[in-house]
């Protein structure tokens, strides 16, 4: 192959994606609109795989002329269809809730790091530490809790005169630790 030819192999090509970005955008923001906020959102891991899965369905269906645009909208539309009901499953069944989606963990307690715990998780203290300073935090024995929640953000409760209510935490694993 010549460096002609990789820079440009003709006009079909181009005129292709001339055509399939405007209707893939176009139709991918209608898509998106219709199925809700959290089809872009990365809540979870579900909704995180189905907005990698659209970015590279859009793009195969400009760039690849082995994929026309009507298979990448349907796929897209089957994804954020399959996503949909997944999450009015998870509204409605906690068992199906349980058995799909990660619950957040406690890595801090009282101050104190909870190793098994970060170690399940596979978080290193540094990445604790980086999240406490973000909070304006500058020890672990500042921070009440640090929980890793289920979109891999942590959550970081400072000490202070607040009680916590227990539901707070009633779906965080490993609250309270057995230290």
Same mark, same amino acid.
């Given at each position: 192959?010549?460096?002609?030819?990789?820079?440009?192999?003709?006009?079909?090509?181009i005129i292709k994606i001339c055509i399939a970005a405007p209707i893939m955008y176009v139709?991918?923001?209608?898509?998106?609109?219709?199925?809700? @906020?959290? !089809?872009?959102?990365?809540?979870?891991?579900?909704?995180?795989?189905?907005?990698?899965?659209?970015?590279?369905?859009?793009?195969?269906?400009?760039?690849?002329?082995?994929?026309?645009?009507?298979?990448?909208?349907?796929?897209?539309?089957?994804?954020?269809?399959?996503?949909?009901?997944?999450? @009015?499953?998870?509204?409605?069944?906690?068992?199906?809730? @349980?058995?799909?989606?990660?619950?957040?963990?406690?890595?801090?307690?009282?101050?104190?790091?909870?190793?098994?715990?970060?170690?399940?998780?596979?978080?290193?203290?540094?990445?604790?530490?980086?999240?406490?300073? @973000?909070?304006?935090?500058? !020890?672990?024995?500042?921070?009440?809790?640090?929980?890793?929640?289920?979109?891999?953000?942590?959550?970081?409760?400072?000490?202070?005169?607040?009680?916590?209510?227990?539901?707070?935490?009633?779906?965080?694993?490993?609250?309270?630790?057995?230290l």
């Amino acid at each position: 192959m010549d460096l002609l030819a990789a820079l440009f192999d003709g006009w079909e090509g181009i005129i292709k994606i001339c055509i399939a970005a405007p209707i893939m955008y176009v139709s991918v923001v209608a898509a998106i609109r219709i199925a809700g @906020k959290r !089809s872009t959102s990365q809540m979870n891991n579900f909704d995180w795989i189905v907005t990698v899965a659209i970015g590279s369905l859009t793009a195969s269906g400009i760039i690849l002329d082995s994929v026309s645009i009507s298979e990448a909208l349907l796929a897209i539309a089957l994804l954020l269809g399959a996503q949909y009901l997944l999450t @009015k499953g998870f509204l409605a069944s906690g068992k199906l809730t @349980k058995l799909a989606k990660a619950s957040p963990t406690l890595l801090v307690y009282k101050g104190q790091f909870i190793q098994p715990a970060m170690e399940k998780e596979r978080v290193r203290r540094s990445e604790v530490m980086a999240a406490l300073r @973000k909070q304006g935090l500058i !020890s672990v024995e500042e921070a009440q809790y640090v929980v890793l929640e289920t979109n891999a953000t942590f959550s970081v409760i400072p000490k202070d005169d607040r009680d916590f209510c227990k539901t707070q935490f009633e779906d965080v694993s490993g609250f309270p630790p057995e230290l």
